[in-house]
């Protein structure tokens, strides 16, 4: 079982910057695959960017080249670094987790509120 803890969402202009943090409990998190999920009002969750145990990382389109996915194994957090932020950005951003070798994930946070205005 793994827990899931998001922060570091807030209200930022657009073409500003955020970073945020996901702490995961657990003794095994570098046998982790981890993302970072987003949903908008009225809109289906998306995928934002994934980041595996070997730290290989996957992005979504809309996000490339604007965000960066890290982990820190010896703090058991994964951390998304926002830049260049649009409107379009505005969601709760969702931290993610799931065993090596599993196909969906299986452990999700709470969400934390990413708002860009213009």
């Known amino acids: 079982q793994v827990q899931l803890v998001e922060s570091g969402g807030g209200l930022v202009q657009a073409g500003g910057t955020l970073r945020l943090s996901c702490a995961a409990s657990?003794?095994?998190?570098?046998?982790?695959?981890m993302g970072w999920f987003r949903q908008a009002p009225g809109k289906e969750r998306e995928f934002v960017a994934a980041?595996?145990?070997?730290?290989?990382?996957t992005y979504a389109d809309s996000v490339k080249g604007r965000f960066t996915i890290s982990r820190d194994n010896a703090k058991t957090t994964v951390y998304l670094q926002m830049n260049s932020l649009k409107p379009d950005d505005t969601a709760i951003y969702y931290c993610?987790?799931?065993?090596?070798?599993?196909?969906?994930?299986?452990?999700w946070g709470q969400g934390t509120q990413v708002t860009v205005s213009s």
């Open positions: 657990g003794r095994t998190f570098e046998f982790y695959d």
């Open positions: 980041i595996r145990w070997s730290g290989s990382t």
């Open positions: 993610a987790a799931k065993r090596v070798g599993v196909s969906n994930f299986e452990y």
